[in-house]
C-alpha cells in the first residue's frame, strides 16, 4: 500500500509555483513600466533636444590628418542640447566652410586663414554669418585690394587637431595671416578619438536619452581632466612653436586670439601672456569689452555658440586688433 499523498504534493506544488509566478509577474512588471517611462522620456526629448546635425566628418584624408570635413556636404542642424531654429552646416568641394577659393589666387588679394573649432565654423548659423564670413565683408568694405578669409574651423579640433589642419591642409592655399581662434577645449582630448566611435557616435545622434547620459558623466568627469590637461604648459608650446614655424615657412603672420579668457584662467598664471610674448604673437581675448561695448558677445539661447549678431561683433573686435597690430594691409 503506497503511503504518498497526490492531494497533498499537489498542494505544495501549487503553493511554490504560486509565488514564483507572482515574483516573476512583478519583475515583468517593473521592465514594462520602466520600458514605457523610458520610451515617454525619449519621445518628450526628441521635442525639446536638437539633432546634433554636425558637419560630416572624414576620418584619416589622405593628406595625413586624423580627421577633417567631408568635401561638398550639407546637414540640417536644429542643436546639440536644446532645439533651437534650423540651419544648414555645409562643407564646400574643397572640404573648408564658405566660398570656394582657389589655393593661388589670381588677383593678389591680401588673404587670412581662420584656424578653429566650432566657433570659427559657425555652429548654428549659416555659412555667411559665421566670424569669417564678417570679417571679409568688413575688411573688404575699408580696402581697395581684394581680401579673403578662409574658413576652415572644424566642430571639436583640439590644439594638436589645429596644428594638423593648419600644416595638412590650410597651409596649401597662398595666404598672408593665419588666425588660431583658442578656447578651453583646445586642450581636451582629440575629437577625432570620438568620431573613431561610430557607436557612440550613432546612439548620441539618434538617442536623446543616451546623450543626456553621456553629457552628465562629461560634466561630472570633464572639469577635472580639463583642469590637469590645462596645465599642460608644454602642450601649449608645442603648438605656438608648431604654428609660428609653418606660418613662416608659407611667408605669412601669426597671431592667436581666445574665444573667451577660461583659457587663461585655467592655465598657469600669465603663462599665455608670457608665451605669445615670447614669439612676438599678438594675442586677443575676444570677449574683454572695449569702451562702449557690451561685456559679451551675444550667444544663442540653449546652445552657446555665437549667433549672426554675437559673430558680427566678433569681426569688428578682431578687426580693430588686426589694425592695431599692422596686421592689415593699408587702406
Not at 542643436?79 to 568641394?93: L, S, Y
Not at 595638412?168 to 592655399?173: G, N
Amino acid at each position: 500500500m503506497s503511503n504518498s499523498h497526490p492531494n497533498l504534493t499537489n498542494a505544495t506544488s501549487g503553493s511554490v509555483s504560486g509565488p514564483r509566478r507572482s515574483f516573476r509577474y512583478h519583475i515583468l512588471s517593473v521592465a514594462g513600466i520602466v520600458c514605457l517611462m523610458l520610451l515617454v522620456t525619449e519621445v518628450i526629448l526628441r521635442f525639446l533636444l536638437g539633432n546634433i546635425g554636425m558637419p560630416k566628418y572624414v576620418l584619416h584624408p589622405p593628406d595625413g590628418r586624423c580627421t577633417g570635413l567631408q568635401p561638398g556636404t550639407s546637414v540640417e542642424y536644429t542643436g546639440w542640447a536644446w532645439r533651437v531654429p534650423k540651419v544648414i552646416h555645409d562643407v564646400n568641394g574643397l572640404g573648408y566652410r564658405g566660398e570656394l577659393r582657389e589655393r593661388e589666387d589670381a588677383f593678389g588679394a591680401f588673404r587670412i586663414l581662420m584656424i578653429g573649432d566650432s566657433y570659427v565654423y559657425g555652429q548654428a548659423v549659416e555659412a555667411d554669418q559665421t566670424m569669417a564670413a564678417h570679417l571679409e565683408r568688413s575688411l573688404v568694405r575699408r580696402s581697395l585690394r581684394p581680401i579673403e578669409v578662409l574658413n576652415f574651423g572644424v566642430p571639436g579640433l583640439n590644439l594638436e587637431e589645429d596644428v594638423e589642419q593648419y600644416r595638412k591642409f590650410a597651409i596649401s592655399w597662398r595666404h598672408d595671416l593665419v588666425l588660431l581662434a583658442a578656447d578651453n577645449n583646445d586642450l581636451a582630448a582629440p575629437i577625432c578619438d570620438l568620431i573613431d566611435q561610430p557607436v557612440v557616435m550613432w546612439l548620441m545622434k539618434h538617442v536623446r536619452l543616451a546623450r543626456v547620459v553621456y553629457y552628465v558623466v562629461l560634466a561630472v568627469t570633464l572639469p577635472e581632466r580639463t583642469q590637469v590637461s590645462l596645465l599642460s604648459e608644454e602642450r601649449i608650446r608645442r603648438g605656438l612653436d608648431a604654428f609660428v614655424e609653418a606660418s613662416r615657412r608659407a611667408g605669412a603672420r601669426f597671431a592667436v586670439f581666445l574665444v573667451d579668457g577660461t583659457m587663461l584662467e585655467w592655465a598657469p598664471e600669465g603663462m599665455l601672456d608670457r608665451e605669445v610674448a615670447e614669439r612676438t604673437v599678438p594675442l586677443l581675448v575676444l570677449n574683454r569689452s572695449e569702451i562702449g561695448e557690451k561685456d559679451e558677445i551675444e550667444q544663442i539661447p540653449g546652445e552657446g555658440h555665437f549667433s549672426d549678431e554675437g559673430n558680427r561683433l566678433a569681426a569688428i573686435r578682431i578687426e580693430r586688433w588686426l589694425e592695431r597690430n599692422g596686421l592689415l594691409p593699408e587702406p
